[in-house]
């Protein structure tokens, strides 16, 4: 069973950066799509950006490209989100998600297909 744990929330200043990391535990996250999704107070649930098992093509969401990064790092079994010049909107907890794809395509950042899924880190953007 594929387990997942989020790392690297924190406070930061507009403008700042963080890293955040997903380690899975329990099976090889390199034949898996794992995505990123965040959720502020109020709000649903969105995708912010996804990396697939296949040839590692990414999606991101249009609010965070440009801005923010996803990678692999299968030695480690590890997924980082990569976020450069944070705004206050992009405050909120940050989840990520995985599911072993049933076809050899790019991932989604839909929520429906994943399956496994962290707890969480809080990331808060302020001054």
Known sequence: QLQ???????????GGSLRLSCVASGSNLEHYNVAWFRQAPGKVREGVSCISSHR???????SVLGRFTISRDNAKNTVYLQMNSLKPEDTAAYYCAAVWPSYPTGCTLRESPYEFWGQGTQVTVSS
Request: hydrophobic fraction near 30%; avoid cysteine; glycine fraction near 22%.
């Open 4 to 14: 997942l744990v989020e790392s690297g929330g924190g406070l930061v200043q507009p």
């Open 56 to 62: 590692g093509s990414t999606n991101y969401a249009d």
